[in-house]
């Protein structure tokens, strides 16, 4: 398709104005083309015949169902940039709410040490830690002093007494204290109450104890206040 006037050469020129190549795939015609080509036909009309009336309202049927196709895209366009700005403060108004990432345990990897964090929902006056393989055999038992409520940083060499590297896999973690009135009750690792959130690429980030987790990796969240 041609119009030879130096406006519009060929619908699927990928040429500028400028004569540089831009790259441009102009084989689909968006409003602009099709105003341009209405307004090089009226110029180039018969001269015995200057105003078709039929092409004439079907150019400028044409040109308004591309106006309000344009329209509903940018509509489109507005109405989801507003839900993805929704979605980040709701995710922001989870801060200080628990998180359960559905763990159960730590893993051991090449015999390298393990550093997990453990959460305590309450002041206590002595904690301990159970790790267990996966015969549910007791491999390491870990002590925590008296601490006011919050998280607790612990570190596990790995190794059993003699000084041997356990095999990698999963082991699994229990948590009972003893509470500020002297009673015994037991925790549950894995849950930590949300400090921060962060976007990275995108995607929403929880602090959770010491680290951040991937929104997609959280379980759950509530209320603490519910449980």
Do not use: C, H
Not at 121 to 134: A, L, M, V, Y
């Amino acid at each position: 398709m041609a119009i030879e006037n130096g406006l519009v050469t060929s619908a699927f020129n990928t040429y500028g104005t400028d004569g540089q190549n831009v790259g441009i795939d102009k084989s689909v015609l968006g409003k602009d083309d099709f105003l341009k080509l209405l307004l090089v036909e009226l110029q180039n009309q018969d001269p015995t015949n200057p105003q078709d009336t039929d092409k004439i309202l079907q150019q400028t049927s044409q040109l308004a169902t591309l106006e309000a196709s344009q329209n509903t895209n940018d509509a489109l366009s507005s109405l989801t940039s507003t839900m993805s700005n929704s979605a980040q403060f709701t995710t922001i108004s989870s801060i200080g709410k628990m998180a359960n990432t559905g763990a159960t345990g730590v893993v051991i990897e090449n015999g390298n040490p393990v550093s997990f964090d453990v959460y305590f929902p309450e002041s206590i006056q002595g904690g301990e830690i159970t790790i267990t393989n996966s015969q549910g055999v007791t491999v390491e038992t870990l002590t925590v002093d008296a601490q006011s409520k919050g998280s607790v940083s612990l570190n596990w060499d790995a190794m059993d007494k003699s000084g041997n590297i356990y095999e990698d896999g999963e082991y699994r973690i229990g948590v009972t204290y003893t509470s500020s009135d002297g009673s015994s009750k037991s925790g549950r690792f894995g849950t930590y109450p949300i400090e921060a959130v962060r976007f990275n690429g995108g995607e929403a980030e929880f602090k959770l104890g010491g680290s951040y987790y991937p929104m997609s990796s959280v379980s759950e969240i509530y209320n603490p206040d519910e449980v």
